[in-house]
C-alpha cells in the first residue's frame, strides 16, 4: 500500500513540475511514517506498509501545499544547515547551502573564543552555527523581523545552545552600547528590488520579502552596516558578508573606503562573487 501511495506521489509532483520529485515524495513520506506524533512518542514505528488514513491524509494535503508552491522546508518544518538542523517555518528565510561557505570562512578567521554578533539573523543559521562551533564564544544576534527571532530564539532552546543572546531591531542597534566584537557576520538581504520581481514563485509568493530587498542595487543595507560595524569591531576583528555575484567590486570599493583593511571578495562553489571579507585596522 505505501509502495503505490509513494509511486502516485512522486507522479503527482513530477507532473506538477518539481525537479526532485523522487526525493521530495520520499522525505515527505518518511517524516509522516517516522513521526512521533503519529506513533506515539516511545512507541515502536509502524512498519512501512501500515500507512494508517490518516497518514495519508496528511501525505495528500503536504503534497497539496507543495504543488501550490509552497517550499519544501516549510512543510517538513526543517532544514539543514551546517552543522544543525534548524527548525524553519513562514515568516523566516530558508538558510541557503552558500551560506555554511560563510559559516567555513567565520571558522576559519575567529580565534575560537571572544565575541561574535550575527546581524540579520533569521532563523538563527549562522549565529548558531558559530555557537555551536565554538562553546567558548559569546554570540550576540539580531534581526528587524519579530517572527524570525522567533523561529532563532526556538532553534537556540532546542538545540541547547546557551552561549547566544538575541535582540531584535535594526542592525547593530538593539546590541548593549557597549559590546565590541571580534567578528561580525551577517548575510543581510541584498537583493535590488528589480531583480526581486525576477525570482521564482516559490521563493516570492513565500518568503518574507524584507529578508531579500535592498535599495540601491541591492547595496543599502551592506553599507549601512559597514559604517555601523566600524564603531563596533574590536580592532583586529573580521566582517564576513554575503553578497549578490555583481556586487564584489562596488562592496570592496566601499568597504576600503570606510577604513577596512585586507578587503577580499570570495568565491562561492560556483565560481560566483558572494561573500565580502574585511578586517578592522589594529
Ligand atoms: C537574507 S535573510 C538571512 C537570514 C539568515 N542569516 C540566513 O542566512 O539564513 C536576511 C534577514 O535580515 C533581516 N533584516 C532585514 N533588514 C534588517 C535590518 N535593518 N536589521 C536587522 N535585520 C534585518 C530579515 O528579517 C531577515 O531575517
Redesign the pocket.
Given at each position: 500500500m505505501t509502495a503505490s501511495i509513494l509511486a502516485e506521489a512522486i507522479r503527482m509532483l513530477q507532473d506538477g513540475g518539481i525537479t526532485n520529485a523522487r526525493q521530495e515524495a520520499g522525505w515527505l513520506l518518511n517524516q509522516i511514517l517516522n513521526s512521533d506524533a503519529n506513533t506515539g512518542a516511545g512507541q515502536p514505528r509502524r512498519p512501512a506498509a501500515d500507512l494508517s488514513p490518516e497518514q495519508e491524509k496528511q501525505l495528500r494535503s503536504r503534497l497539496a501545499r507543495r504543488l501550490a508552491g509552497e517550499p519544501l522546508q516549510y512543510i517538513m518544518g526543517n532544514t539543514d544547515f551546517h552543522c544543525l538542523q534548524l527548525d524553519v517555518g513562514p515568516g523566516?528565510?530558508?538558510?541557503?547551502p552558500e551560506?555554511e561557505q560563510l559559516v567555513e570562512i567565520a571558522i576559519g578567521l575567529f580565534p575560537g573564543h571572544g565575541d561574535i554578533c550575527?546581524?540579520?539573523?533569521?532563523?538563527g543559521?549562522?549565529a548558531l552555527a558559530l555557537a555551536a562551533t565554538f562553546p567558548q564564544a559569546r554570540v550576540t544576534a539580531?534581526?528587524?523581523?519579530a517572527r524570525?527571532l522567533a523561529w532563532a530564539r526556538q532553534n537556540a532552546s532546542r538545540l541547547q545552545l546557551a552561549n547566544v543572546a538575541f535582540y531584535q531591531?535594526?542592525?547593530l542597534a538593539p546590541t548593549p552600547p557597549a559590546a565590541r566584537f571580534d567578528l561580525l557576520t551577517?548575510?543581510?538581504?541584498y537583493i535590488a528590488p528589480d531583480d526581486y520581481m525576477r525570482l521564482e514563485r516559490t521563493v516570492k509568493d513565500h518568503e518574507?520579502p524584507?529578508?531579500?530587498i535592498a535599495h540601491d542595487h541591492g547595496l543599502a543595507?551592506i553599507k549601512r552596516l559597514a559604517r555601523a560595524a566600524r564603531t563596533r569591531l574590536n580592532p583586529g576583528a573580521w566582517l564576513i558578508c554575503?553578497i549578490g555575484d555583481t556586487q564584489g567590486p562596488p562592496v570592496a570599493e566601499y568597504l576600503y573606503r570606510q577604513g577596512y583593511q585586507k578587503v577580499e571578495i570570495r568565491r562561492d562553489f560556483a565560481g560566483r562573487d558572494r561573500f565580502a571579507v574585511a578586517q578592522q585596522p589594529a
Open positions: 523566516v528565510l530558508i538558510p541557503r551560506t550575527d546581524v540579520c539573523t533569521g532563523s543559521a549562522i539580531t534581526d528587524i523581523s524570525a531591531g535594526d542592525l551577517a548575510n543581510p538581504p518574507p524584507e529578508a531579500l543595507i554575503e
